[in-house]
C-alpha cells in the first residue's frame, strides 16, 4: 500500500531533551516536506527537500532540522524542543518537485513539550 | 508571494443540501489550486486540483470546485451533502510560474459540519 508513515504518533517531553520523529514514504516520490498544524494557523511549511541530499528551509524553520540521506526518508530533529514546538506534524510527499502534483500527507505526530 | 484565504472557520449544512466552502487566493502568476479534507485524528487526503483547461473540477467523494479567475476564487461544492462529509477542509495555492521554493500554501482550514 502506497503511504507515508510517521513515528511516533504521540509524543510527550520535556524542554531541551533532543528528539526524532521519522518520516518514510514508500512511493518513490523525489519531494518531502514537514508541516506543522496549529489552531487558527493552517498548515505551515518547516523544512523540504527536493531530493536526496536537498534541503531548504520552509516558512518557520527555527529550531528544527532535517536530513535527507535516502530518498525514502525524512525526518524531523528538534535539537533542543521548547513549549512552543508544541503542534501536530505532518510529513508529505509529492512524486515531483513542483507543478501540479499533489502531497500525499503522513498520519501525523501530535508533540507535546512541557 | 502567494497566499490563501479561507473566510469561514465553520460552515454548517444541513444534511441533504448542498454545501460550498469558500477559497480566495492571491499569486503572481498563474495558480495550482487544491483542496485537501482532514479527518479527526487523520493526516490530510487530496480531494482535487485544478490546473488548466476547465473551470469546473471534479474530485473524489462527490466533491467539485469551481475555478474563477476573475473573482480569484475556487470554491469547493457538493450538491447533497452527508454527515460523514463533516470535516476540516484546507485550500491551496501553488503559483506555476514561481521559484518560492516549490512550496504549497495552505489556508487555514474551514471546519464543515453536516447535521442530520
Known amino acids: 500500500e502506497a503511504q507515508v508513515t510517521q513515528n511516533p504518533r504521540y509524543l510527550i517531553t520535556v524542554t531541551g531533551k533532543k528528539l526524532t520523529v521519522t518520516c518514510s514514504q514508500n512511493m518513490n516520490h523525489e519531494y518531502m516536506s514537514w508541516y506543522r498544524q496549529d489552531p487558527g494557523l493552517g498548515l505551515r511549511q518547516i523544512y523540504y527537500?527536493?531530493?536526496?541530499?536537498?534541503?531548504d528551509k520552509g516558512d518557520v524553520p527555527e529550531g528544527y532540522k532535517v536530513s535527507r540521506k535516502e530518498k525514502r526518508n525524512f525526518p524531523l530533529i528538534l535539537e533542543s524542543p521548547s513549549p512552543n514546538q508544541t503542534s501536530l506534524y505532518f510529513c508529505?510527499?509529492?512524486?515531483?518537485?513542483?507543478?501540479?502534483?499533489?502531497?500525499?500527507f503522513g498520519p501525523g505526530t501530535r508533540l507535546t513539550v512541557t | 508571494a502567494q497566499s490563501v484565504a479561507q473566510p469561514e472557520d465553520q460552515v454548517n449544512v444541513a444534511e441533504g443540501n448542498p454545501l460550498t466552502v469558500k477559497c480566495t487566493y492571491s499569486?503572481?502568476?498563474?495558480?495550482?489550486l487544491f483542496w485537501y479534507v482532514q479527518y479527526p485524528n487523520r493526516g490530510l487526503q487530496f480531494l482535487l486540483k485544478y490546473i488548466t483547461g476547465d473551470n469546473l473540477v471534479k474530485g473524489s467523494y462527490g466533491f467539485e470546485a469551481e475555478f474563477n479567475k476573475s473573482q480569484t476564487s475556487f470554491h469547493l461544492k457538493k450538491p447533497s451533502a452527508l454527515v460523514s462529509d463533516s470535516a476540516l477542509y484546507f485550500c491551496?495555492?501553488?503559483?506555476?510560474?514561481?521559484?518560492?521554493?516549490?512550496?504549497?500554501?495552505f489556508g487555514k482550514g474551514t471546519s464543515l459540519l453536516v447535521t442530520p
Open positions: 499569486v503572481s502568476g498563474n495558480p495550482y
Open positions: 491551496a495555492v501553488r503559483d506555476r510560474g514561481s521559484n518560492s521554493g516549490y512550496a504549497l500554501n
Open positions: 508529505a510527499s509529492s512524486l515531483r518537485v513542483a507543478g501540479s502534483y499533489e502531497q500525499y
Open positions: 527537500s527536493m531530493n536526496v541530499e536537498v534541503t
